[in-house]
């Protein structure tokens, strides 16, 4: 029979013969020294070798100007995750133009989505880069198309989807009071979002949702309301326990326990 333990391993070394492995500590710049393991021991065998744990993984859906950003940004200060928003990512493109820039912005502006090649390399490379191992990736996957190459390219799945279920009209409000100066925040872009959001989103959502792994917040309400529904989804998990920071803003700030990584 095989038995799962955990242990701490100061000193673990890779598995060369271990793909997922390799990939996870390459991919997420995983310190091997400082990391959590489970070692599956096989009385028969003998300890086979330890496998990494994967990083905190949240996706953030939800129609444009659902509340997305405005969430994760109080997701971050209470639990410290590390916030990547795709649109962003894209934007960044535009900014510095790169080889992609001109074909992101005529995309963004007529409301389409991105391929998902594109967006997931930029995903990829922020994952790389960084020393976090908690993750909330907000407004991707936006089509099965992305979560279908985030899986290719990354080999990994969320532990988290949230959605943000917002309707319509509120959603036009919020996005032409946005006023951060976006080109697709205008009435004929937005209604082209709405429907590409309804045609390519619902299935990811449907997709989760049959997995067990989708949170459906409702939107409406104060930026507070809707965080009050948000906090216990991450309260309830032990990784993120380790590392949640005392926000002094929020309702339940002191109960919260003090960052100590
Ligand atoms: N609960 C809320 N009630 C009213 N306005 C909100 C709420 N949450 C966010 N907003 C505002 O709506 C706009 C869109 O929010 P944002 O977080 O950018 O949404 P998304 O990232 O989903 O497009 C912003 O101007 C934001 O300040
Ligand atoms: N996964 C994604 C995310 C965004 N994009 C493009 C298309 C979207 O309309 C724009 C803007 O996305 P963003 O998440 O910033 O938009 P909202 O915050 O929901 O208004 O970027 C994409 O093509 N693929
Ligand atoms: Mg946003």
Same mark, same amino acid.
């Given at each position: 029979?095989?038995?799962?333990?955990?242990?701490?391993?100061?000193?673990?070394?890779?598995?060369?013969?271990?793909?997922?492995?390799?990939?996870?500590?390459?991919?997420?710049?995983?310190?091997?020294?400082?990391?959590?393991?489970?070692? *599956?021991?096989?009385?028969?065998?003998?300890?086979?070798?330890?496998?990494?744990?994967?990083?905190?993984?949240?996706?953030?859906?939800?129609?444009?100007?659902?509340?997305?950003?405005?969430?994760?940004?109080?997701?971050?200060?209470?639990?410290?995750?590390?916030?990547? /928003?795709?649109?962003?990512?894209?934007?960044?493109?535009?900014?510095?133009?790169?080889?992609?820039?001109?074909?992101?912005?005529?995309?963004?502006?007529?409301?389409? *989505?991105?391929?998902?090649?594109?967006?997931?390399?930029?995903?990829?490379?922020?994952?790389?880069?960084?020393?976090?191992?908690?993750?909330?990736?907000?407004?991707?996957?936006?089509?099965?198309?992305?979560?279908?190459?985030?899986?290719?390219?990354?080999?990994?799945?969320?532990?988290?989807?949230?959605?943000?279920?917002?309707?319509?009209?509120?959603?036009?409000?919020?996005?032409?009071?946005?006023?951060?100066?976006?080109?697709?925040?205008?009435?004929?872009?937005?209604?082209?979002?709405?429907?590409?959001?309804?045609?390519?989103?619902?299935?990811?959502?449907?997709?989760?949702?049959?997995?067990?792994?989708?949170?459906?917040?409702?939107?409406?309400?104060?930026?507070?309301?809707?965080?009050?529904?948000?906090?216990?989804?991450?309260?309830?998990?032990?990784?993120?326990?380790?590392?949640?920071?005392?926000?002094?803003?929020?309702?339940?700030?002191?109960?919260?326990?003090?960052? /100590?990584?």
């Amino acid at each position: 029979m095989w038995r799962r333990v955990a242990l701490f391993s100061p000193m673990m070394k890779k598995s060369s013969s271990s793909r997922s492995l390799t990939l996870n500590q390459k991919g997420f710049g995983l310190k091997v020294g400082e990391s959590f393991a489970t070692e *599956i021991i096989n009385p028969e065998e003998g300890v086979s070798p330890p496998k990494e744990k994967a990083p905190f993984i949240t996706f953030v859906l939800g129609g444009p100007g659902s509340g997305k950003g405005t969430q994760c940004e109080r997701i971050v200060e209470t639990f410290g995750l590390t916030h990547l /928003s795709a649109g962003d990512l894209l934007r960044r493109e535009i900014a510095f133009n790169t080889k992609n820039g001109a074909m992101i912005l005529n995309l963004i502006k007529e409301g389409k *989505i991105v391929p998902s090649e594109v967006t997931v390399k930029l995903i990829q490379k922020e994952l790389e880069s960084s020393d976090s191992r908690k993750f909330l990736i907000d407004g991707f996957p936006r089509t099965e198309e992305n979560r279908v190459a985030f899986e290719r390219i990354i080999r990994a799945d969320p532990d988290v989807v949230l959605f943000f279920d917002c309707p319509e009209e509120e959603m036009v409000k919020r996005v032409l009071n946005r006023n951060q100066g976006r080109v697709d925040d205008n009435i004929t872009t937005m209604k082209k979002r709405l429907k590409i959001f309804e045609a390519l989103n619902r299935p990811v959502i449907d997709y989760y949702e049959n997995k067990g792994k989708l949170y459906t917040i409702n939107a409406v309400g104060t930026v507070d309301d809707i965080f009050q529904q948000v906090l216990p989804i991450f309260s309830s998990f032990e990784q993120l326990k380790e590392c949640r920071h005392v926000n002094p803003k929020s309702p339940l700030g002191s109960s919260l326990v003090e960052n /100590s990584s």
